[in-house]
């Protein structure tokens, strides 16, 4: 059974830091692609940050030069270090593993919340 599991979500006051993790297990094979996906209330899911296995990363234009996305390959793991906060990156946060778009699996989400 294939499960990904994210943790670090929670409060942040504007321009504060959160570092969101997230651990695959049950896979024989990494991923080729990983990312991170936020969905904000009343909007679609869209991208925030994904990283291939080569370490090629592709960010979103609305946090660009503000997160970090990185990957271990060995430990399975993706983290979204998270900067410079902002109240419209109030979302819940969703892990993503990618095969092929036959075969992508997510994470249960974690709720980033940024208030003063």
């Known amino acids: 059974q294939v499960q990904l599991v994210e943790s670090g979500g929670g409060l942040v006051q504007p321009g504060g830091s959160l570092r969101l993790s997230c651990a695959a297990s049950?896979?024989?094979?990494?991923?080729?692609?990983m990312g991170w996906y936020r969905q904000a209330p009343g909007k679609q899911r869209g991208l925030v940050a994904t990283?291939?296995?080569?370490?090629?990363?592709n960010y979103a234009d609305s946090v660009k030069g503000r997160f970090t996305i990185s990957r271990d390959n060995a430990k399975n793991t993706v983290d979204l270090e998270m900067n410079s906060l902002k109240p419209e990156d109030t979302a819940v946060y969703y892990c993503n593993g990618h095969y092929s778009p036959q075969s992508t699996f997510w994470g249960q989400g974690t709720q980033v919340t940024v208030s003063s």
């Open positions: 049950g896979i024989i094979f990494r991923f080729s692609v």
């Open positions: 990283i291939t296995s080569r370490s090629i990363t």
